[in-house]
């Protein structure tokens, strides 16, 4: 149980040391080995002992700490320099110095609930930002249990007990296809991950699809990984089968360009031949060409939301959903 009295000769008892090294422990000292660090800070926190008035966190003195991890996505870490991530980092950064904190991403990529749990435990910054979930569900709520206070940027979840921040990913797929649908395309396909958000846009595709009396033919519900190449040599197969879409809902804006690459390689054209929606509102959306139709989610208000979960985590909003936009541009026709 958490007490405010808790002394340092009561975190030395429990962790079966002395009182000078639980002092080193706390103040990272390199003669103290990492296990022992990781097990003395988890006793800190357990026992709300404020263990960050002796060591900092935020080399500037700043009023907070804020870490951001990105867990293992598809077998690998996820690539820092995948855009859209690139563009919310950089708005929890401008969130972070708006309330004066710092932040730092770690090296660490998450695989499992164990992975989870050793970054909570040796994190000293106030707060953890996850970028994506992952199939990690199970593991965050294992984390909500032990009163771990994080955030995750991801979908919403069935028996979520953890707080997240997201868009709505089903209604967001239900109108980039409705869009299509409504300019009279009929084979549409769906070109995406099996990320859990990722997943929630292809659920509002395939209702918008139904909801237009439209078949949902899987030749054309397409896997892919997060990248660029993954999304153009996926497209490239299917369409070397001689199966061709008249349009593409895609579940980020970077596959959509990568499929956009692949009907040029065909000799199709964008917008003429097959009409291309993405998902994300990335910058290069902004400035492919063509220029891209696709879902907005706001990523400088993600920022702001990200960091206010993590530095108010007594704030009673848990499920934090962000606006979808259907911005129309070039790759649509229309």
């Not at 040391?17 to 000292?29: G, K």
């Not at 153009?232 to 980020?252: K, N, W």
């Amino acid at each position: 149980m958490s007490t405010n009295n808790t002394r340092l000769e009561d975190l030395a008892r429990m962790a079966g040391v002395s009182i000078s090294t639980v002092s080193r422990a706390l103040n990272d000292h390199p003669l103290i080995s990492l296990a022992t660090k990781k097990k003395i800070w988890a006793l800190a926190r357990e026992h709300n002992y404020p263990f960050r008035s002796h060591m900092s966190a935020a080399p500037v003195g700043a009023e907070g700490s804020i870490v951001v991890v990105t867990p293992h996505m598809q077998g690998r870490p996820l690539p820092l320099s995948h855009p859209f991530f690139l563009e919310l980092l950089a708005s929890i950064g401008e969130a972070a110095r708006a309330r004066d904190c710092d932040f730092t991403v770690s090296h660490t990529a998450p695989r499992d609930v164990d992975d989870l749990l050793t970054v909570m435990n040796s994190s000293r910054a106030n707060g953890v930002i996850f970028l994506g979930q992952s199939m990690l569900h199970d593991g965050f709520n294992q984390l909500a249990d032990a009163n771990s206070n994080f955030v995750v940027w991801g979908a919403h979840l069935p028996g979520q007990k953890y707080r997240s921040v997201g868009s709505d990913n089903v209604l967001g797929g239900r109108r980039a296809t409705l869009h299509l649908a409504r300019l009279g395309r009929k084979a549409i396909a769906f070109v995406g991950s099996s990320d859990p958000e990722a997943m929630q846009r292809r659920q509002g595709y395939l209702e918008a699809l139904e909801a237009n009396g439209l078949d949902a033919d899987p030749a054309l519900d397409v896997r892919v990984d997060f990248g660029f190449e993954s999304a153009e040599r996926a497209l490239g197969q299917l369409l070397a089968r001689g199966r061709r879409p008249d349009a593409i809902f895609a579940s980020s804006d970077l596959i959509a360009l990568g499929a956009i690459r692949a009907l040029r390689k065909a000799n199709l054209s964008v917008p003429r031949d097959v009409s291309v929606v993405g998902y994300d509102d990335m910058l290069l959306a902004r400035l492919s060409t063509p220029a891209l139709t696709t879902i907005q989610q706001d990523t400088l208000e993600a920022g702001r939301r990200l960091v206010s979960q993590v530095m108010d985590p007594h704030a009673e909003q848990y499920l934090d959903y962000l606006p979808t936009h259907l911005i129309v541009r070039e790759s649509c026709g229309a």
